[in-house]
Each structure stands twice: as C-alpha cells, then as structure tokens.
C-alpha cells in the first residue's frame, strides 16, 4: 500500500486493504460490476469524506447505479442534520438540498415503476 500505510502498521498494528470494500461489496471488478448483480441503488458521498475512495463515485449506469457526490458534505453528512430525511431543511447547503431533491426523485421514480411493474405481475 505504499509509504501511507507504514503509520497503521507502527501505531496501529495492522495493514491497510485498500480493495476490502470493493471485494465485499462486489466491485472489485470496478463498479460496473454492480450492474449484474443489482439495480436501484444510490451510493451518496461526500467530496471532503476520506471513505468515498472507496466507493462508487459516479453513476455506473443512469436510473440504475446511481451516485450522488455532494460538494462540502462530509461522512454522513446526508444522513444527519434536523431536516433529514426531509430535502427542504433550511440548514442544508445548496448543494446538499440539490442532492436530496436528487435522491428522492430517484426513489419516487423506481418506488413508480416497481409499483407499475408489480401491476402487470397481477394481470
């Protein structure tokens, strides 16, 4: 892993494993992997959270594998705050409530089209 892993060792007595998220997550092929094995997901993430290396930082494949990076958020910074999960919270930044409005109107879309599809089931 490199010259940044030698503190983990020194200090913390274990070694970094940088692909152990993707490999348990079932990206380690890369993200477009994701698209054999599920659909409608939203992976969100904040540009200043050190974990969103990590992770699915771009939409993989649109109304599928979505990913929503917000500028300025931090870890967690979508899920917390007084307006969560609410997208109109005066405490939100522009770029958090855009990415709120984003996020639900996916879920509205795929919470649509589930219904949808679940009435043609029933025909």
Request: charged residues 25%.
């Amino acid at each position: 892993p490199g010259p940044r892993a030698r503190p983990c060792r020194d200090i913390f007595h274990v070694e970094p494993r940088p692909g152990w998220i993707p490999e348990t997550m079932g990206f380690a092929d890369g993200p477009q992997a994701l698209v054999r094995i599920t659909s409608r997901v939203i992976f969100t993430n904040g540009d200043l959270d050190p974990w969103s290396s990590q992770s699915v930082r771009a939409t993989v494949e649109p109304g599928s594998v979505e990913a929503v990076v917000i500028r300025g958020g931090s870890h967690h910074s979508d899920l917390g705050g007084g307006g969560n999960p609410s997208p109109s919270s005066h405490d939100d930044s522009p770029e958090m409530s855009d990415a709120r409005r984003k996020v639900t109107n996916l879920v509205r879309r795929w919470l649509s089209v589930a219904a949808t599809e679940r009435r043609m089931l029933m025909l």
